[in-house]
């Protein structure tokens, strides 16, 4: 091997070892260039047009269906699988057993998860490096102040324990917590129309930046009741989120959306269609339904939530 080979293949090592630890610290530390506040989560850039590449999708027969869907109220790519599964609700209605589920963290769990990130050592130094060669951060210094400790133990200490087994978050913050709670209120209230109208309105006119003060409006244009689902919202809440967390841990669902068809997972294309043929093929006997052509224009996109 020649010197100038070598110098190449030296270089080569470099770029590549340089872009592992780039995308290592985006899928560790979330939407900043060191966000710990929600654990593990982020929002995970589409690749926009591309057809997920999956095996074919292959669940287990039965009677009558299930759908399990794990989303964030205000996830955008949660919305979307909402937007592509109530038409294919609207299409086979009780035909289907529907199964919404929302994707939330423990505070003091994702806490204790996230303090050994945040002591700065010579593996913060290596990221704090790449985030400055990226232009994300101005310099060492600054980056210094996303890695405050100097032990993991000094974080949980200061940060974690004080706060309590039981209490929750999600991505994208209180707000969106609350809206969570306040769809699982109305689903279990046993009205899949009245729900669907809910979710799909308040998808297209709230956000997590207002949904405290958007929501009651919308409840009652789906025909739901605001202070029968706001009491139940608050005498449920611990409760209600501690079975959703048990469901998304039990399912290893933390990205929104997570698609469950007969409890096999679906990775395949967002549009009505797309999922009516895949919740048509959990049928033992498809009804007549399943001949009719939904929307085939939907997203195909494979972003998430997590």
């Known amino acids: ?95 289907v057993t529907w199964s919404p589920r929302y994707i939330v963290s423990d505070k003091k769990s994702s806490c204790e998860q996230n303090c050994p990130y945040k002591v700065y050592n010579d593996q913060a130094k290596t990221r704090c490096e790449a985030a400055i060669k990226q232009g994300q951060i101005k310099d060492l210094e600054t980056c210094k102040t996303y890695f405050p400790y100097t032990s993991a133990d000094d974080c949980l200490q200061k940060e974690c324990a004080s706060l309590k087994a039981g209490e929750f978050s999600s991505l994208h913050g209180e707000q969106e917590l609350n809206q969570d709670v306040r769809e699982i209120v109305a689903f279990n209230q046993g009205n899949l129309d009245k729900w669907w109208k809910f979710v799909s309105t308040i998808n297209n006119k709230c956000t997590s930046s207002n949904a405290d003060s958007c929501w009651q409006a919308v409840a009652t244009e789906a025909g ?60 033992a006997n498809p009804p007549a339904e399943c001949n009719q052509t939904l929307d085939q224009n939907g997203a195909t996109t494979s972003g998430g939530c997590n």
């Open 1 to 95: 091997m020649n010197k100038k080979t070598s110098f190449l293949i030296i270089i080569l090592l470099i770029v590549a070892a340089f872009l592992a630890g780039s995308t290592a610290a985006k899928i560790k530390y979330g939407e900043g260039p060191f966000d710990y506040s929600q654990g593990k989560q982020e929002e995970q850039t589409p690749t926009q047009g591309a057809v997920p590449t999956t095996p074919p999708f292959e669940p287990k027969k039965s009677a009558k269906p299930e759908v399990k869907f794990f989303v964030m109220s205000f996830c955008p790519y949660g919305n979307q699988a909402e937007a592509g599964l109530e038409p294919v609700y609207q299409l086979l209605k009780n035909k």
């Open 224 to 283: 739901l009741s605001s202070t029968r689902i706001e009491a139940a919202a608050k005498a449920q809440r611990k409760s209600l989120l501690t079975k959703e967390a048990a469901e998304g841990t039990k399912y290893k669902a933390s990205s929104s959306p997570s698609v469950f068809i007969n409890e096999t997972v679906y990775n395949g294309g967002r549009s009505p269609e797309d999922y009516k043929k895949a919740i048509c093929s959990a049928f």
